[in-house]
Nanobody
């Protein structure tokens, strides 16, 4: 069973940067696409960014375009999210997720808190 472990969250002032990591492990599994989601208190979970594992293809939500960069290290089975120019509205628990095909994201991490102070 795939296990996803996020790290890199924390408290940062507005305008600052953080880099999140998500490491996948757990025996034999395939990765087609991975993604970052976030959920703020009282809000629904929203998609932040996704990345294909086999080709150079990424997606970003409009709210983070130009500020966040998603990347991956296939050998390490690790995905990253570089977050620059952070805003208080970026405050949320950030989750990583994985899917082995075009279907829904099946495997989820436990989440890491990102707090941006004004």
């Amino acid at each position: 069973q795939v296990q996803l472990v996020e790290s890199g969250g924390g408290l940062v002032q507005a305008g600052g940067s953080l880099r999140l990591s998500c490491a996948a492990s757990g025996g034999m599994f395939s990765i087609f696409r991975m993604g970052w989601f976030r959920q703020a208190p009282g809000s629904e979970r929203e998609l932040v960014a996704t990345i294909r594992w086999d080709i150079d293809s990424t997606y970003y939500a409009d709210s983070v375009k130009g500020r966040f960069t998603i990347s991956r290290d296939n050998a390490k089975k690790t995905m990253y999210l570089q977050m620059n120019s952070l805003k208080p509205e970026d405050t949320a628990v950030y989750y990583c997720a994985l899917t082995p095909n075009w279907g829904d994201f099946r495997s989820w991490g436990q989440g890491t808190q990102v707090t941006v102070s004004a």
